[in-house]
C-alpha cells in the first residue's frame, strides 16, 4: 500500500508540475495554452477470462458492446498546451461484472493516471475551423480494484479515442471509449491460463458522454495564436 501511494503522489506531482512549467513557457511565447476540467458519465464492459468475447476484437454479435454494462463516472483536470498536445490528470470510478454459464464476477474500482492526448484534427489539418476535433489519448496509472471481498492495486494503461463539439469557446461536448488495460489477469480472480501473454491481461472498457469548461478569454479563437491563459485564482 505505501508503494501505492508512492506511484500515486508521484503521478500528481508529475502531471501538475509538467503542466505549471509549459503554461509558463507558452504563455511567454505563443500564449495559446489554457487549463480546462471536465466530467463524464457513462458505463463499463469488463474483458477478463470470465467473458472473453467482450473484446475490441471479437464480438459474438453488432451489440456485444453493449454487453452486461455498468455505470462509472470520471473527472478530468487538464493542461492544453498547444492546439495538437495536451495532458490530463484522469480519475474514473465504477463497477464491473461478466459472467458466463458456469461463473460470474462483480466488482468494483477506481482509478487514477496521468495521459497525454494528441489532436487528430488539428494534427492531419492545418488551420482546422470545425467545431468537431477527433483526438487520441494515452498514459498510465494505478487502479485500486475490488472483487469478491479482494482488494487489490496494480498498475493500468488507459488508452483510446474522443470526438468533442465545441458548444462554446468555454464548453466542449465529449464523447470517448477507453480501454483501461490492466497489468494483471487476476481481477476477475480466474486465470484459465497460467502462462497468459501480456495482451491477455484483464482489463476495463469505460465509453462515456461528459462535459469540458475550458478557461480561456471571451472572444479568443481557441484556434489562433492569441488565446491567452485566463487570470484565475486557485
Known amino acids: ?3 501505492l501511494y508512492k506511484i500515486l503522489l508521484f503521478l500528481i ?19 495559446t495554452g489554457y487549463f480546462y476540467v471536465g466530467a463524464n458519465l457513462g458505463y463499463t464492459n469488463f474483458w477478463g477470462d470470465i467473458s472473453p468475447d ?21 473527472l478530468i483536470f487538464g493542461y492544453q498546451f498547444s492546439p495538437i498536445i495536451g495532458s ?8 464491473t461484472h461478466s459472467s458466463n454459464d458456469i461463473v460470474s464476477y462483480n466488482g468494483s474500482f477506481t482509478d487514477l493516471s496521468g495521459q ?10 492545418e488551420n482546422w475551423q470545425s467545431k468537431i476535433n477527433v ?9 485500486l480494484h475490488k472483487s469478491n471481498q479482494i482488494k487489490k492495486s496494480v498498475a493500468f494503461f488507459p488508452g483510446g479515442l474522443g470526438v468533442k463539439y465545441a ?9 470517448e471509449t477507453t480501454l483501461h488495460y490492466s497489468a494483471t489477469d487476476m481481477l476477475d480472480s480466474i486465470d484459465f491460463d497460467q502462462k497468459s501473454a501480456f495482451y491477455m491481461m484483464d482489463g476495463i472498457r469505460f465509453t462515456s458522454f461528459g462535459l469540458c469548461y475550458k ?10 495564436d492569441g488565446l491567452k491563459i485566463k487570470n484565475l485564482v486557485w
Open 116 to 125: 497525454l492526448t494528441i489532436d487528430l484534427s488539428n494534427l492531419f489539418f
Open 135 to 143: 483526438y487520441v489519448f494515452g498514459g498510465i496509472g494505478v487502479m
Open 215 to 224: 478557461f480561456v478569454n471571451s472572444g479568443k479563437s481557441l484556434k489562433g
Open 13 to 31: 506531482i508529475f502531471n501538475f508540475s509538467y503542466n505549471n512549467v509549459n503554461a509558463q513557457t507558452l504563455e511567454s511565447t505563443s500564449n
Open 88 to 95: 490530463r490528470f484522469n480519475i474514473v470510478s465504477g463497477k
Open 167 to 175: 458548444l462554446s469557446d468555454f464548453i466542449d461536448l465529449t464523447f
Open 1 to 3: 500500500m505505501k508503494n
Open 54 to 74: 467482450n473484446t475490441f476484437a471479437k464480438f459474438k454479435d453488432k451489440f456485444s458492446i453493449l454487453r452486461e454494462p455498468k455505470f462509472a463516472a470520471g
